[in-house]
T-cell receptor, first 116, second 109 residues
Framework: DTGVSQDPRHKITKRGQNVTFRCDPI?????LYWYRQTLGQGPEFLTY????????KSRLLSDRFSAERPKGSFSTLEIQRTEQGDSAMYLC??????????????FGSGTRLTVV | AQRVTQPEKLLSVFKGAPVELKCNYS??????LFWYVQYSRQRLQLLLR??SRESIKGFTADLNKGETSFHLKKPFAQEEDSAMYYC???????????FGAGTILRVKS
């Protein structure tokens, strides 16, 4: 499968625990995005990387959230001290951007987080 | 602020009937608009983008800057078109997509 992979597919955690999700983008893609989607809503932007640099973070990304893309390949999204409001689908997408041209997002299947 | 509005949560039509999924946006500048689709148990995928001016699976969408709309249309709905459809706008810097809340399209036989 040469698409965007996300792991795990599902995660159930107790409130207050830390969780980490992983995203493996398409190998030649230089941009990687994290989105969050709650029931009845469209995906909401969290953050994105160009190569290993994190270039933008949404105000939705509180101090409890941190994302990394250490070698410009895979990325991790960590949520510390989870709260019930963090329950959502976390989507990763990647794209190839060259100059002003962007060849479109490819989305992963997402990680569904349930905080109990 | 950039915003995308999809006024209908659910659109139900009969097979063979025309379909129009509405999308309105607010954006100061030249927008870049997209339609994404998510079929049951599949990942979100690009359906079409306004700059391509193409028809995909019989769907078309025209950007109307005067009405700030980008409605998705298909003359004859098919059962396999049943899915969740999201309209999205790319921000002025071309860095991220802003999505609407989505419209479920149900095509009945």
């Amino acid at each position: 499968d040469t698409g965007v992979s996300q792991d795990p597919r599902h995660k159930i955690t107790k409130r207050g625990q830390n969780v980490t999700f992983r995203c493996d983008p398409i190998s030649e893609h230089n941009r990687l995005y994290w989105y969050r989607q709650t029931l009845g809503q469209g995906p909401e932007f969290l953050t994105y990387f160009q190569n290993e640099a994190q270039l933008e973070k949404s105000r939705l990304l509180s101090d409890r959230f941190s994302a990394e893309r250490p070698k410009g390949s895979f990325s991790t999204l960590e949520i510390q001290r989870t709260e019930q409001g963090d329950s959502a689908m976390y989507l990763c997408a990647s794209s190839l951007r060259g100059g002003t041209e962007d060849y479109g997002y490819t989305f992963g299947s997402g990680t569904r987080l349930t905080v109990v | 602020a950039q915003r995308v509005t999809q006024p209908e949560k659910l659109l139900s039509v009969f097979k063979g009937a025309p379909v129009e999924l509405k999308c309105n946006y607010s954006y100061s500048g030249s927008p870049e608009l997209f339609w994404y689709v998510q079929y049951s148990r599949q990942r979100l995928q690009l359906l079409l983008r306004h700059i391509s001016r193409e028809s995909i699976k019989g769907f078309t969408a025209d950007l109307n800057k005067g009405e700030t709309s980008f409605h998705l249309k298909k003359p004859f709905a098919q059962e396999e078109d049943s899915a969740m459809y999201y309209c999205a706008l790319r921000d002025r810097y071309g860095n991220k997509l802003v999505f609407g809340a989505g419209t479920i399209l149900r095509v009945k036989s």
